[in-house]
């Protein structure tokens, strides 16, 4: 494994990208990375004083500059603020990255309507609310532009627990994927990435509440063996909202370790049987034979 940045140096160098939920978390290393390569960075989320705090020390550890704005996705005017404040203090606005989430486990007939309505507002209204305008204001001003969205793997194929995640994110991977078309001519790329595990404190807590942690060990799941470096995902990320992937539209990444394809494949419980019963089954067959 290489945790190293992965980017030449001045890759993102005079870019603006807006990184929602962009004060904690995969977020915050996401936008620590761009700084590092160059870019200004606005990071948004609800709590102020969480992208205060998060703002100045990511001024301090990479001497990039960080415009904090309060915003709740949901909310179509504050986003047009953040717009807004953004090309107020650096001009032109070059990407996005639709990072702001909302998830927790509940079995569904648990949930209330307001439960499930508040997933799908955060992630699958946030992340349209902020490209639509994005977008509008871009094609407007003939201006390109780079938008990728986080999702998941389970967006393709499901997932009870978090139903209301699954059913935002299949919507935020369909808007990535139609948009990627339509809005090409408009010199604007989607792109999505769809990340395993990787501890972060918001995530950890909702998903693994309580002693689930001790239960369920992600890394189990995973046929690497571990969970994911934040850097191997701001890598990624960073080489996404580059020019270097210019060519690269409309796709989704996966960086999960084969976690995803460990569930799917029909026979991947045979991991479980151990050498010696492979032998005693090798013997048999050589018996037969
Ligand atoms: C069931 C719940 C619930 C829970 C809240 N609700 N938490 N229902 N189980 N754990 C219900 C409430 O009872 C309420 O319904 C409704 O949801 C709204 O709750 P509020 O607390 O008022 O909402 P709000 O303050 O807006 O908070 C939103 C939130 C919260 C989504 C509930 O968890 C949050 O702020 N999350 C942001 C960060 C986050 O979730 N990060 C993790 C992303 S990880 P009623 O009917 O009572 O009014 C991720 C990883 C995916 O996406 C893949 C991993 C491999
Ligand atoms: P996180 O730290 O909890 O990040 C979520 C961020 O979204 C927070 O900064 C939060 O800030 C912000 N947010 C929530 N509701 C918002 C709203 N209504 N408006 C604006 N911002 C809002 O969790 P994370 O693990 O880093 O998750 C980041 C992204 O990665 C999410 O899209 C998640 O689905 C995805 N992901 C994570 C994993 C993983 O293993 N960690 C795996 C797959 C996908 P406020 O509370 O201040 O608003």
Redesign the pocket.
């Known amino acids: 494994m290489n945790t190293d940045g992965m980017l030449k140096d001045g890759a993102l160098k005079g870019q603006t990208i807006i990184v929602?939920?962009?004060?904690?978390?995969?977020?915050?290393s996401m936008g620590k990375y761009f700084l590092e390569l160059g870019a200004n960075l606005v990071i948004?989320?609800?709590?102020m004083e969480?992208?205060e705090k998060a703002a100045k020390e990511l001024e301090e550890e990479t001497g990039g500059k960080v415009l904090p704005v309060q915003?709740?996705?949901?909310n179509y005017e504050q986003v047009e603020n953040v717009l807004a404040q953004t090309e107020e203090k650096f001009g032109q606005i070059h990407g996005l990255l639709?990072?702001?989430?909302?998830?927790f486990i509940s079995p569904t007939e648990r949930l209330s309507h307001r439960a499930f309505d508040v997933v799908i507002?955060?992630?699958l209204k946030?992340t349209t609310n902020c490209t639509l305008a994005l977008g509008k204001k871009w094609i407007a001003s003939g201006q390109p532009g780079t938008v990728l969205n986080?999702?998941?793997?389970y967006a393709w194929t499901g997932s009870g627990y978090v139903v209301p995640?699954a059913c935002a994110?299949a919507g935020v991977l369909a808007m990535t994927r139609s948009l990627a078309v339509e809005w090409a001519k408009y010199k604007i790329r989607l792109n999505a990435i769809?990340?395993?595990?990787?501890?972060?404190?918001?995530?950890?807590s909702?998903?693994l509440p309580g002693d689930l942690v001790k239960k369920f060990d992600?890394a189990k799941q995973v046929p690497v063996g571990r969970?994911?470096e934040h850097q191997e995902l701001a890598n990624l990320a960073a080489y996404l909202m580059s020019d270097y992937s210019a060519y690269v539209n409309g796709e989704v990444m996966t960086i999960d370790g084969g976690e995803w394809l460990q569930g799917a494949g029909e026979f991947s419980h045979l991991e479980k049987i151990p050498q010696e019963m492979w032998d005693m089954l090798e013997a048999s067959r050589s018996k037969k034979a």
């Open positions: 929602t939920g962009g004060g904690t978390g995969l977020g915050r948004t989320s609800r709590r969480v992208l915003c709740d996705v949901r639709n990072n702001a989430a909302g998830n507002d955060i992630v946030g986080i999702t998941t793997t995640s994110k769809a990340p395993g595990p990787f501890p972060t404190e918001g995530a950890w909702r998903l992600p969970v994911g």
